[in-house]
């Protein structure tokens, strides 16, 4: 019998007297030939007379027979499920003038679901078409019931909608499920709806608003605990409080539990002192829940009164404190609790045990938990729990090679280790990345008839992450498949990350078709993930399909960020661009949004498609507040693209945006100004940068002195360096090479012998190859050969080693002014090194090489063509055919003339 149908017969009569206006006007139930009967509708504890439906020449018959054939008939109807036949069956009954039975209404609502595939919000809309006066206030009790366990906010309220529309006067019966539900679905205006309810006119005996009792009252409250509906709860006790002046301990209690669900372990500790407030005596399970809530909360000291407050402590309690000094890391008292436990005289139970060994992987004491196991084992107080904690300790101190020990130990005692045992073994296995293990770890459980969950391959994905292969993937699909592994969110997830880190679009895609297995509607960080495996794989419709369906709810930022990032893994920029603008409203309150957007520019400069970062920037501008890192980000693009004019535009919206340009963005545009040779300009910015306090460094200055060397401009070099120096900028080597070339270029070889004699030893450093090699081109530039070689000495004697431009500097300046003693000379330094005589990466090229030859054959110098040959094949290079001819024959003919003299 559901709770409060004995007041049904009770009431019944006074439910026809009672009478209440409904809150809204009542609905019309189309009928083509509708009558009006105030009789039918008080007879059925409705509220004042409404529209009824009636088939002319009907008449309202009570014969109980008859009642039965009807009721028959939609008892055949719904068991048929055939959802047209048991609405009509229902009118006609109705129209006979017979009241359905509550059950009936009930069944309706379940076909409706079952038959339309539909939710119970929405099969309830089926009520709406039954006739008017169907519903009446006892199958209204019987709905509201069944809708208490729904656990479906929506439904109940629903329910109650429908109760008004149809201007019921509720009975108490009634108004206590509704009450029930509100709490067990955990409404979230569950407070606003227990005042309607209150001001709801009750078909009692006594008329007037409901008036709940305290029980009712209390059951709410508890009801509230699954659903964390906290508000409610807290309503519901200072109704109690305002009505009766006190309240029930057994309220409070429950109170607690709703916090404690809500993990609210502060206010629950808050409540004691209201309750001594009030004159009420904690009992044993008050101080137990109590004494949870300040371990949970971190009070230690406070647990520690309330337990020596309790005057006859429980199990329960004793539980609680050990807790408590686990997460003090203190195990002396943990284990010293456990000996009063003992001392008590209590029938032991193995959760206080196994709440000690917590305590001593808490503490990280793998020794004394191998002492209190082994006390739990010769007092045969051990389960699985016992050795799953006692291997999490092991486990934890790396002594995972103990692990099978513990497994033999539990079968030897009849406990068979579950998927918890093998799954922190196979996690830690992970952790260590001993893959081959956690592998074999996986067997053995499908060997031992464990089988394995979402979370052991979730551990398996997670572990093959950062080392993804196509195989691995494989083996964690055939493990769920021979384990019948349905995956959770977890695993998708884990599984759709690795196959996006492989690139693989056809794993992909078999992972996309699991997430349909679950049914569930996926959570929003399954969702971001989803998109990005789309773009990953080339599905970017589906990708599009998922996206407008969670921007219709406004989309976060992770599933804003995946979308952007499947566009751009499938190289749509325009489709990217597209995301930004549909996500305006919303990106202001992203802060991500300028990493996204720096993304997008950066892949289309990589696309040479600077004009879609351009029109991102309008679209988003106003929307995104952006920082000077994107703006110098997309400064960086327009230079780079030699859109100077541009960079400069956006360089004034910096302004106009109130973002101040740092290093990075002066450097960018005279960077960019100076290599273009508008020198003037970049002169200017530098002057700027200064006034706003900004300091150049030596990469900046080293760019514009580029750009003057480049245009010859020596008078404006010189000015620059200066600069450089009294700013307090050392020149570097890149300085100095930078000036070896420009005073080359200007034919000026003392001026920059003069900087290299000069700067190293003013600013205490060595010069480097590739200056000593600017150098040397400028002395060859200068028909200079020998200096260069005088520099090439110079170099060797100060223990700088030559790189392989030096050489081919050397090399081609001796070809250039014919000199083979000096060519060969530096052939002979270049090929000597280890790095020389390796073919796949010469120091000096194959057609160098033969130039050289070609020159001591002009020379006719046979014996300084023939060593280079030799250096040569001593590198594994073969000198071409048509080198070889000329040189023999001009040894051939060598050959002769000594003989010829010989005689």
């Known amino acids: 019998m559901m709770p409060g149908s004995s007041q049904l017969c009770a009431d019944r009569a006074s439910c026809k007297r009672s009478a209440k ?25 409705q509220g004042p007379a409404r529209q009824t439906t009636e088939a002319p020449g009907l008449k309202r018959n009570s014969n109980q027979g008859t009642f039965f054939v009807n009721l028959q008939r939609v008892r055949a109807a719904l068991e048929k499920r055939c959802l047209q036949d048991s609405l009509s069956a229902i009118a006609s009954m109705h129209y006979a003038g017979h009241e359905l039975p509550g059950s009936c209404i009930v069944s309706l609502v379940r076909l409706g679901e079952d038959a339309g595939n539909c939710s119970k919000t929405t099969s309830l809309e089926l009520l709406r078409k039954l006739p008017s006066g169907v519903l ?75 008036q709940p009792t305290l029980t009712t009252l209390a ?39 709703v916090y404690g669900q809500a993990r609210l372990w502060s206010e629950a500790c808050s409540l004691y002192d209201i309750i001594k407030h009030e004159g009420l005596t904690p009992d044993a399970a008050v101080y137990g829940a109590l004494i949870k809530a300040a371990v949970e909360s971190g009070r230690p000291d406070l647990a520690k009164q309330w337990f020596e407050e309790s005057s006859n402590p429980d199990v329960v309690n004793y539980m609680s404190m050990i807790r408590a000094a686990g997460r003090q890391k203190d195990l002396a008292k943990a284990l010293q609790l456990l000996d009063e436990v003992e001392r008590s005289g209590w029938a032991t139970d193995i959760a206080v045990y196994n709440c000690t060994l917590e305590a001593c992987a808490a503490a990280q004491d793998m020794a004394s938990a191998e002492k209190l196991l082994r006390r739990m084992e010769r007092a045969e107080l051990v389960d699985v729990v ?86 691995a993937m494989d083996s964690i699909m055939s493990l769920m498949q021979r384990a019948d592994v349905v995956p959770d969110e977890v695993l998708l997830n884990c599984l759709l990350d690795v196959c996006v880190r492989l690139r693989d679009s056809e794993r992909l895609t078999q992972i996309l078709e699991l997430r349909h297995v679950k049914g569930n509607v996926p959570s929003k960080g399954l969702c971001s993930t989803l998109l990005r495996a789309y773009g990953h794989s080339n599905q970017l419709d589906q990708a599009w399909a998922l996206w407008r369906s969670l921007k219709e709810k406004g989309p976060d930022e992770e599933v804003f960020m995946s979308m952007v990032d499947a566009c ?17 409203v919303w990106l202001g ?68 945006q109130n973002v101040l340009p740092d290093l990075i963005t002066y450097s960018i545009l005279i960077k960019g100004y100076a290599a273009g040779g508008d020198l003037e300009t970049a002169i200017t910015l530098l002057g700027q940068m200064q006034r706003s306090g900004i300091a150049p460094d030596a990469v900046l200055f080293n760019s514009i002195l580029h750009g003057c060397a480049q245009s010859q401009r020596r008078t404006l070099t010189e000015h620059v360096l200066a600069d450089m120096e009294t700013a307090g900028i050392a020149p570097s080597n890149f300085t100095l090479s930078i000036l070896v070339k420009l005073y080359g270029r200007c034919g000026d070889l003392k001026a920059a012998m003069e900087v290299l004699e000069t700067y190293p030893v003013k600013y205490g450093f ?41 050489y081919q500097t050397l090399l081609v300046g001796c070809l250039k002014h014919g000199d083979a003693e000096l060519a060969a000379q530096i052939v002979a330094d270049a090929m000597k090194g280890e790095a020389a005589r390796s073919s796949s990466n010469p120091v000096l090229g194959k057609d160098m090489l033969e130039s050289a030859i070609m020159l001591c054959h002009r020379r006719k110098k046979p014996l300084l063509w023939a060593a280079i040959t030799e250096h040569m094949k001593a590198a594994g290079m073969a000198v071409s055919s048509r080198v070889l001819a000329v040189t023999e024959r001009q040894a051939a003919g060598l050959h002769k003339l000594q003989a010829r003299q010989s005689e």
Not at 27 to 32: G, I, L
Not at 568 to 584: C, I, K, M, T, Y
């Open 21 to 45: 206006q409904p809150s809204q006007p009542p609905v019309q139930h189309a009928h083509p030939t509708a009558t009006t009967s105030s009789s039918v509708a008080r007879k059925r504890g």
């Open 766 to 806: 060595s010069l480097n190859a590739q200056v000593y090699t600017c150098l040397m081109s400028a002395c060859i530039s200068s028909a200079e050969l020998p200096r260069a070689f005088d520099v090439y000495q110079k170099m060797v004697n100060a223990g700088c080693k030559a790189d392989a431009k030096t």
């Open 386 to 471: 016992s050795y799953n904690t006692f291997l999490k300790v092991l486990l934890a101190q790396g002594a995972h090679g103990k692990a099978q020990g513990v497994l033999r130990s539990m079968r030897a005692r009849g406990i068979q280790p579950n998927v918890v045992t093998y799954n922190s073994m196979v996690r830690e296995a992970a952790a260590r990345q001993d893959m081959d293990k956690a592998w074999w770890l996986a067997e053995e459980m499908l060997s031992k008839g464990v089988s394995p969950d979402a979370f052991t391959c979730s551990i398996l994905a997670a572990g093959i992450k950062h080392k993804p292969t196509g195989k």
């Open 136 to 210: 009446n206030c006892e199958n209204f009790v019987n709905l509201a019931q069944y809708v208490t366990n729904s656990s479906e906010p929506a439904l109940v309220a629903q329910v109650h909608s429908l109760a008004i529309e149809a201007g019921f006067a509720f009975f108490p019966a009634a108004c206590d499920a509704l009450l029930r539900g509100y709490a067990s679905s955990g409404h979230p205006n569950g407070a606003d709806a227990f005042d309607q309810l209150l001001a709801q006119q009750c078909a009692s005996t006594s008329g007037g608003p409901w």
């Open 568 to 584: 751009l893994a499938s190289s749509d920029l325009p489709a990217a661009v597209q995301v930004f603008g549909e996500a305006r």
């Open 219 to 257: 059951t709410a409250v508890a009801f509230c605990a699954e659903q964390r509906a906290v508000g409610l709860a807290d309503h519901l006790v200072a109704y109690a409080r305002t009505q009766w002046g006190v309240v029930p301990l057994q309220m409070y209690a429950s109170l607690i539990k």
């Open 589 to 656: 309150a992203m802060p991500r949004a300028t990493v996204a957007f720096s993304l997008v520019v950066k892949a289309a400069m990589q696309a040479n498609k600077l004009h879609l970062a351009m029109d991102l920037y309008k679209e988003t501008k106003g929307s995104i507040i952006f920082g000077v890192a994107t703006f110098n980000a997309l400064i960086d693009a327009l230079v780079r693209g030699n859109r100077l004019q541009q960079a400069r535009t956006l360089f004034k919206d910096m302004a106009l």
